[in-house]
Nanobody
Framework: QVSLVESGGGSVHTGDSLRLSCTGS????????VGWFRQVPGKEREFLGA????????QYEASVNGRFFISRDNDKRMVYLQMNTLKPEDTAIYYC????????????????WGQGTQVSVSS
């Protein structure tokens, strides 16, 4: 089993950067693929990107490709979401999620989720 806690959210302005962190607990965290998602109240959850268990492969949703970057440090049990050139439409609750299965990860059917962290971008 693995537990996830997001941190690093906050209020920023258009064009700013922000780095979110996802801290994993459990001895097998380094076995898990980890993804980032976001959700605006009243809208469907959106996949942003994911990184595989050893950090060699990443995949991003088209709307954030080139602005958002995911990395991980398994020694620290951390996964990061670097967000650059933020826009007001990036305002959402951001979640990290983990799953052993890459396909399930991309589909948003992850078995493990964090509690979310709020990101607000004002113009």
């Amino acid at each position: 089993q693995v537990s996830l806690v997001e941190s690093g959210g906050g209020s920023v302005h258009t064009g700013d950067s922000l780095r979110l962190s996802c801290t994993g607990s459990g001895s097998t965290f380094s076995d898990y693929n980890v993804g980032w998602f976001r959700q605006v109240p009243g809208k469907e959850r959106e996949f942003l990107g994911a990184i595989d268990w050893n950090g060699y492969n990443t995949q991003y949703e088209a709307s954030v490709n080139g602005r958002f970057f995911i990395s991980r440090d398994n020694d620290k049990r951390m996964v990061y979401l670097q967000m650059n050139t933020l826009k007001p439409e990036d305002t959402a609750i951001y979640y990290c999620a983990a799953d052993l299965n890459w396909g399930r990860m991309i589909a948003g059917a992850n078995r493990h989720w964090g509690q979310g962290t709020q990101v607000s971008v004002s113009s």
